[in-house]
């Protein structure tokens, strides 16, 4: 066969663990594999990359995507789907391969949903965490390592002067990253969108954890508040408020905030992030042989939804369920985000602070 792969949305550390796998991979059982530059954007331009195996070794390791990324608004309309199966046929692929996150997913489906001998298996990879039965998608573990660092490195200073830090981390509309990394860190509050807090009751709530940490008589050295973007309330504006309290609740004590920002989704991916990339990518080969067009390939799914594969850890789910356990992810309807929400609410009944 003739495959194309492609890394389209938000980069995520694991996106060239994953290309590397399907070049190799594909080149061993006799198939050609082309890249294709820029994402969606590429596509439509028909601007293309050889994988040679030889010329791209030592990408497993790297960041980013050695093809590029794009966030796509044309391939959102039917005449943008429909310049992008143009190029397609003039590339000649019979499968492609579409690593990326709900936008880049979306236009997978839409592709597979013109019918036509192109086989489409996506690849979830978003370091957000917000693929619907995606399991653990592509860059998610790398951006928590991320977080713990830059977390640990703060609470050192925090400590130093006995003090509170707000620490905002990305993750688009979901939680995820700041529930993970939070709970690694020791936070002592998190604070995410999926709670459905309004800006008083988060002010109200960080000022009980700062009175609590800051009582007489305890010996706690710092406060360590992580939010994540998809709680909609500034970061600076969390801060000035709690400000305004400060006195009253944890006499001399200050406060600072970090924003962690594009820092959560740099870097060379962990060793789980290379191993979960790796071996998507070879169960892409194999679906795309088999016949399977329309699909995603999920990393140990939540309640192992989806099909069997070959490897025991990867699961083959249809991409029209994955669009649409995605949207009830985002719209809190999911049972995974109540299940989140019950474990995070333990952990903050176990806390001291
Ligand atoms: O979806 C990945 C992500 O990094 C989000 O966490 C963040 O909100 C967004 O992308 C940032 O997008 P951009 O790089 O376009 O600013």
Redesign the pocket.
Known sequence: MKIGVLTS??DAPGMNAAIRSIAVVGASRGHQVLGIRDGYAGLLAGRTLELDPDSIEGITRQGGTILGSS?CLEMMDAPGQDKAMTRVAELGLEGLVVIG?NGSLTGAHKLAARGGPLRIVGLPA???NDIGHAGLAIGVDTAVNTIVNACDNISDTARAHRRAFIVEV???NCGFLAMRAGIAAEADAILYGEASLDEDQVVERVREVLRRSFAKGRAKKRALIVKS?GLAMPVATLKKRLQAHLDEDAPGVDIRETVLG?V??GGDPSALDRTLSLRLGFASILALEAGFADVMLGWEPPFGVGRETVDPSVRMIELKDVLEETARLLDGTSPVIKRRIEMLKAVEAALPG
């Open positions: 949305g938000g966030r996150g978003s370091i957000d990305m993750g688009r973007e594009h959560v989704r």
